[in-house]
């Protein structure tokens, strides 16, 4: 099992000390699940962190390519340092800028949004047109730890309020887009698997 490798046990450990928050277990396997499922092969993802599920995305399958954007320098560097403990660096490309400042030409099989909550909307817009006829577009975080299902007064903080409401709105967006087909899976933290029509 690939999740027993002593560096993924690392990577894990060190993501939990540094509170860096990566994908869940069950989250995981339902990725890379529709990875192979699906044969995607050419991945982009928005939000490497220190590159645990785009290294995931890669050990699942020996077809899979991922370019991946990091904005935080510290993280991309210890992403960078990951990739290469694992001879991964041929098959993952490491962008290290704000993904609303990246133009990619490149089309791909499977868009995976994991970076900042409350920007989904642009990121969905800004790389739909990298898409592949066939692609999905998969989102994390749409439970957001299960506040999203929660009353506004129950949620105490204003800044905490403020973003669920933007991910109430992403939800909104995705079953209002009529080029996508949206299914919404209550794995990990909430996942959407938006599919052109
Ligand atoms: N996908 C990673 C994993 O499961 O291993 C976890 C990604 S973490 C939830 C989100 C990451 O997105 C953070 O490291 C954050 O710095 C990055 N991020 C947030 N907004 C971003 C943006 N606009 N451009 C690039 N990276 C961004």
């Given at each position: 099992m690939v999740e027993n490798y002593p560096v993924i046990k690392r990577i894990k450990e060190y993501a939990k000390e540094n509170k860096i928050p990566i994908m869940m277990d069950d989250g995981i396997d339902f990725l890379t699940t529709f990875i192979i499922k699906n044969q995607a092969k050419n991945i982009l993802e928005i939000g490497t962190a220190i590159g645990y599920s785009a290294?995931?995305?890669?050990?699942?399958?020996?077809?899979?390519?991922?370019?991946?954007?990091?904005?935080?320098?510290?993280?991309?560097?210890?992403a960078l340092k990951n990739i290469k403990e694992l001879h991964l660096e041929d098959r993952i490309t490491l962008i290290y800028n704000d993904a609303l400042n990246v133009k990619l030409s490149e089309k791909y099989d499977l868009i995976f949004i994991d970076a900042a909550k409350a920007q989904s909307?642009?990121?969905?817009?800004?790389?739909?047109?990298?898409?592949?006829?066939?692609?999905?577009i998969i989102t994390d975080n749409l439970s957001f730890h299960g506040l999203v299902d929660k009353k506004d007064e129950e949620i105490k903080s204003r800044n905490v309020r403020a973003l669920v409401r933007k991910i109430r709105d992403y939800i909104d967006y995705l079953k209002n887009n009529s080029k996508y087909e949206t299914e919404f899976f209550d794995i990990g933290d909430g996942i959407s698997v938006s599919t052109k029509k």
């Open positions: 290294i995931m995305m890669c050990l699942c399958s020996p077809n899979v390519v991922v370019t991946t954007i990091e904005r935080d320098e510290k993280r991309y560097l210890e909307i642009k990121f969905f817009e800004l790389f739909e047109r990298n898409l592949n006829p066939e692609g999905t």
